[in-house]
């Protein structure tokens, strides 16, 4: 019998999901569909294009086997079933190689952990299978990415599909395994959901950890990016000692925050664990050691009031005025969050128009309302 030929689809948003997992398994990389097996990872932003995309491949005739993962198959697997054949549920490092050994033994896959497939027209979930051990799977391999040093996250938060796709528990790799990736990097930057967690349970910060690793990787003689997109630190985490070991190992000029909310009322609903005092601490910090604050704020919270919208805006203002940079977010429900029916809250008029105004002037990115954007 000849093998299938397995294809990752590779497009922008996909390409770290990708960069992890090509190192398990053998698959070349598709911009379409294919004959063989078709891999797609996507996010709820992505999914009616790919739906599409599936569909126009299905009634051209295309011989291909679809498989799903990542946030949106995750969080809805039977919708997903509707248009693919299999879903990984969370992560795929274990999942992923042994579903593909299946399917290429002609195998009932119902000993395949963490996964979800139709049988007899029922859509069919399998066990549910533990979080991975970081360290015994590549962060990359041919397509290199950020290192991710950490995954999941304790905190909760109502809006955010991170430690229901990944857990509560922190996980991190350790220092000897980040630092030999390191090594294939001509600058070093992460993922991680909070970087000055890294070594802790991801409430308390372990600042001795986060030296260690800076300590090793500095001794590669590269620049290091902490604390930088496509990461991020929470606010109550940025205090001085953190910020002399960025000053002293790293080659940062700013520091990216999540906000979040400007209204501590807004604050506490979500989730956050932090308010309002901790982010305008955390930009003055930053700008004391030179750093530019790099703010995530989101607004149309569900119940959010157009004085919570306002009292956003205010803290928006303040950090521009301050010389940091906003990046302005409309809040998306996500599936599989606690806010996944929730309404956005509409704009106030005067808050929209702005956030409007600061675009222009270049003091604030992102997309905060429908069909407005400005990255």
């Known amino acids: 019998m000849n093998r299938l030929k397995t294809w990752f689809r590779y497009n922008s948003k996909n390409s770290y999901s990708i960069a992890a997992l ?40 295309i011989d291909a086997i679809f498989v799903a993962g990542g946030p949106h198959p995750s969080a809805l697997p039977e919708e997903v079933l509707k248009h693919f054949d299999f879903v990984v549920i969370g992560e795929g ?22 996964i979800a497939y139709k049988c007899r027209g029922r859509v069919r979930f399998t066990e549910k299978r533990d979080p991975v051990e970081l ?83 500095a001794e590669l003689k590269k620049p290091i990016f902490f604390g930088t997109f496509p990461s991020e630190v929470r606010p109550e985490f940025v205090s001085r000692a953190a910020l002399e070991l960025i000053a002293k ?39 004391d050691y030179g750093l530019t604050p790099q703010v995530d704020l989101i607004f149309g919270l569900p ?29 998306t429900p996500l599936p599989g969050t606690p806010l996944a029916a929730a309404r956005p809250a509409p704009l106030a008029q005067d808050v929209e128009a702005c956030l409007g105004k600061m675009a222009l002037e270049g003091r604030l990115t992102g997309s905060w309302s429908t069909g407005s954007r400005a990255d």
């Open 22 to 61: 090509m190192p398990l398994i053998e698959a070349g990389i598709a911009r379409e569909p294919k004959e063989g097996i078709m891999l797609y990872s996507f996010a709820t932003a992505q999914a009616a294009e790919i739906y599409r995309e599936v569909l126009e491949a299905k009634a051209t005739k």
């Open 93 to 114: 490092e274990e999942t992923l190689p042994e579903l593909l050994q299946a399917i290429e033994a002609g195998q009932d896959p119902v000993g395949v952990k963490g």
């Open 135 to 217: 360290d015994c799977y590549p962060p990359f391999g041919k397509i290199l990415a950020p290192i991710e040093i950490s995954r999941g996250c304790p905190w909760g938060c109502t809006y955010c599909q991170t430690p229901r796709l990944f857990g509560s528990c922190m996980r991190h790799r350790s220092i000897p395994f980040i630092a030999k990736y390191a090594r294939r990097h001509k600058d070093i930057r992460f993922t991680s959901p909070n970087s000055l967690a890294y070594g802790s349970d991801g409430r308390r910060p372990r600042l001795e950890k986060v030296e260690a690793l800076l300590k090793v990787l």
């Open 249 to 287: 190992y790293c080659a940062n000029k700013s520091l990216s925050l999540g906000g979040q909310s400007g209204s501590p009322a807004v604050l506490r609903r979500i989730g956050r664990g932090h308010g309002r005092a901790e982010i305008i601490a955390a930009c003055e910090l930053a700008r």
């Open 303 to 331: 119940k959010e009031s157009e004085e919570d919208q306002r009292m956003t805006l205010d803290l928006a203002r303040w950090i521009t005025a301050k010389g940091g940079k906003v990046r302005a977010h409309r809040f």
